[in-house]
């Protein structure tokens, strides 16, 4: 049990600096970027496309930003559906620095940045004529990662102290999912396996909904899972594609809509559970 925990400890600290480097990147970007600025990223044609684009950025900012902007109906249905199907949390982070598979990063971005902009398409075509509310004169819209409120702290604060908070708490979802796995491994090992070879047309299921959690938790037990190949790349497809980050939060903190809210959460269940068998398909299929 002993050795358990240390390769658990050891695995994740290995990757404790690289996450520390990418948050303080990721923060000073989202600190000089304000998407509310400009009206036609917010409901032009190509918001679904741009709203794909900046969700793939490894970080829950930006489905805050969305989800803000969303309830203040400045953006469509289409267009923060995007963004949340394309938003990934730690997962992007983890993968690239896991080893080997690093290389699952490149197909992944393609099919999340795939299925968020044709989802964001489809659902702006069906509420065409959602109504839509104006910003007011000097008014902005910020999103910061995982939704704390930060903006106005001093650059020391904004750039060493919140990253090193967000990469801690990451390290400490990382580290209990890790000794998880490995206790798992260590007690169970064969019913694993054999969970593994005759429940891969469940795992989309279980990782879609286990992505609807909205926490940085959820992405990094799903992307962990697929690391240690506990579950195939469909299921962290579906996993992954659910995933919203804390967008759901922000969504139903009033309360006021929450019919709405739930119908996008079943939205985005049931499209990453189709995401995740499509690419289960195609990858049993090229086997």
Not at 12 to 32: D, G, N, Q, T, W
Not at 126 to 144: F, I, K, N, P
């Amino acid at each position: 049990m002993g050795e358990v925990l240390l390769d658990a400890l050891i695995d994740s600290a290995k990757v404790f600096p690289f996450l520390f480097l990418m948050y303080v990147l990721i923060e000073f970007l989202e600190h000089r970027t304000n998407v509310s600025r400009n009206k036609n990223l917010l409901r032009g044609r190509l918001a679904p496309l741009l709203g794909s684009a900046v969700g793939l950025i490894p970080q829950c900012g930006f489905s805050v930003m969305a989800a803000k902007l969303y309830d203040k109906k400045l953006i469509r249905t289409g267009t923060v559906l995007a963004v949340f199907l394309a938003t990934s949390d730690e997962a992007f982070i983890l993968l690239l620095s896991s080893g080997p598979a690093a290389a699952a990063v490149a197909p992944l971005i393609v099919v999340k940045f795939a299925v968020a902009v044709g989802i964001g398409y489809l659902a702006n075509a069906l509420t065409r004529r959602e109504a839509l509310s104006e910003l007011g004169e000097g008014e902005e819209v910020h999103g910061t990662p995982c939704g704390h409120d930060h903006e106005h702290d001093k650059p020391v604060k904004q750039y060493l102290v919140h990253p090193l908070l967000h990469s801690l708490e990451v390290f400490a979802y990382l580290l209990a999912v890790n000794v998880a796995f490995g206790i798992a491994m260590h007690f169970a090992a064969d019913a694993i396996t054999g969970f593994l070879q005759s429940g891969t047309w469940y795992q989309p299921l279980i990782a879609a909904a286990v992505g609807l959690i909205p926490n940085c938790a959820s992405s990094v037990l799903i992307t962990q899972a697929y690391i240690g190949g506990y579950i195939t790349f469909g299921a962290c497809a579906a996993g992954l594609c659910s995933n919203a980050g804390l967008g759901f939060v922000i969504l139903f903190k009033s309360g006021k809509k929450w019919r709405r809210n739930l119908a996008l959460l079943a939205v985005m269940f049931a499209v990453g559970v189709a995401a995740g068998y499509a690419v289960t398909g195609v990858s049993l299929l090229f086997a």
